[in-house]
């Protein structure tokens, strides 16, 4: 197999979102560059330059609308959309667009190529309500990490203390039906009126819920040479997920997210 480079990676994940965008404008289907990415294009004008990934994020009645436009659409994808709607979820609660020629390890076990990740965002009530389902969220989580690491166990560096764990936890928990708990956990606000929302099925930046109102204007802003979809108040959205989010961190952790290395297959 022959092993993709950084600069090649972040062309084909520029690439899967241009089919994203094209695919979303062509269903009125509203989005937003997301996390690190809308940070690094409004602080960047592009990548952060030591960020290694993609990230967007729709409003769960978007992201329902997405999975079922993609699922229904006549068109041979040239991308796959890993999902719980699609049927084809490979234990991860939120969605991911996948480049099937491509294909990473971790510990040996075979993970999807490269993506970009697709974020469904859910309705919070209130702080309460935030504390109490990310909370359990966050549980269901360190669940779905023992699940995989029982099947990572026979690594050769793999820790023992992780394989104790793993017998014990991960051996009888499926991550498909964890997935499934989270994602109905995050979505359990669907159908009601509320005046927040949060990046509930994950989480794991933002640093509190937001008014519902980020989410209902959006312009195009400029990423790298080209242009995406983004929430127009930029600023309560990276404030939100960032704090000072001008400041850049300190060196010691201007640091890659993953550190996985993605082959064509």
Not at 223 to 228: G, I, L, P, S
């Amino acid at each position: 197999m022959v092993e993709i480079k950084s600069e090649e990676l972040r062309q084909l994940q520029m690439e899967i979102l241009d089919y994203v965008d094209d695919f979303c404008r062509k269903h009125n289907i509203k989005y937003t560059i997301s996390g690190g990415t809308l940070l690094g294009a409004v602080r960047h004008g592009g990548y952060i330059p030591w960020d290694d990934d993609i990230d967007i994020q729709m409003l769960r009645s978007e992201y329902i609308r997405f999975a079922q436009s993609w699922k229904g659409c006549n068109d041979n994808h040239p991308y796959e959309f890993i999902s719980i709607e699609t049927g084809n979820s490979l234990g991860y609660p939120f969605g991911k667009v996948s480049n099937p020629k491509t294909v990473t390890y971790v510990d040996g076990v075979e993970r999807t190529g490269v993506f970009i990740d697709v974020f469904p965002v859910d309705k919070v009530a209130d702080m309460e309500d935030f504390e109490k389902r990310h909370k359990k969220i966050r549980r269901l989580y360190f669940r779905q990490m023992l699940s995989f690491a029982w099947k990572r166990r026979k690594s050769g560096n793999y820790p023992l203390w992780k394989k104790i764990c793993a017998f014990f936890v991960g051996s009888w928990q499926s991550r498909e039906k964890l997935a499934v708990r989270i994602n109905d956990l995050a979505a359990k606000k669907e159908n009601m009126d509320c005046p927040l929302v949060f990046e509930m099925i994950a989480g794991a930046i933002c640093k509190t819920p937001m008014p519902i109102q980020v989410f209902e204007s959006y312009t195009d802003r400029k990423f790298e040479d080209r242009t995406y979809m983004a929430v127009s108040d930029f600023d309560t959205y990276l404030t939100k997920t960032f704090g000072d989010y001008m400041t850049l961190p300190p060196e010691e952790k201007r640091i890659a997210h993953h550190e996985n290395t993605y082959y064509w297959k």
